[in-house]
């Protein structure tokens, strides 16, 4: 059974950097997308970022392009996301999610239970 666990929230100042980790046990398959969504309170999970399975393609939501980074490193079966110049509006839950086929923004299958996220200003 396909399980992540998510590591690396905590509490930071606008301004700084924290870097999730999502660590995945159980196999995998090729042709999939690993991403990464954050929730809060009151509103629906929203997409942050993806990369493809082969890492040579991640994709962004507008409001952290430029400022956060996807990748995977298949020998730890690992997908980080790095975020830098964080704002207090990043405040969120963060969750790594995984899956198959097309459309890299919806329908992911498989979720972790979610790393909290707290920017203050």
């Known amino acids: 059974q396909l399980q992540f666990v998510e590591s690396g929230g905590g509490l930071v100042q606008a301004g700084g950097s924290l870097r999730l980790a999502c660590a995945a046990s159980?196999?995998?398959?090729?042709?999939?997308?690993m991403g990464w969504f954050r929730q809060v309170p009151e509103k629906e999970r929203e997409f942050v970022a993806a990369?493809?399975?082969?890492?040579?393609?991640?994709y962004y939501a507008d409001s952290v392009k430029g400022r956060f980074t996807i990748a995977r490193d298949y020998a730890k079966n690992t997908v980080y996301l790095q975020m830098n110049s964080l704002k207090p509006e990043d405040t969120a839950v963060y969750f790594c999610a995984l899956k198959y086929g097309a459309n890299v923004y919806t329908g992911y299958n498989y979720w972790g239970q979610g790393t909290q996220v707290t920017v203050s200003s």
């Open positions: 159980g196999r995998t398959f090729g042709n999939n997308y």
């Open positions: 990369i493809n399975w082969s890492g040579g393609s991640t």
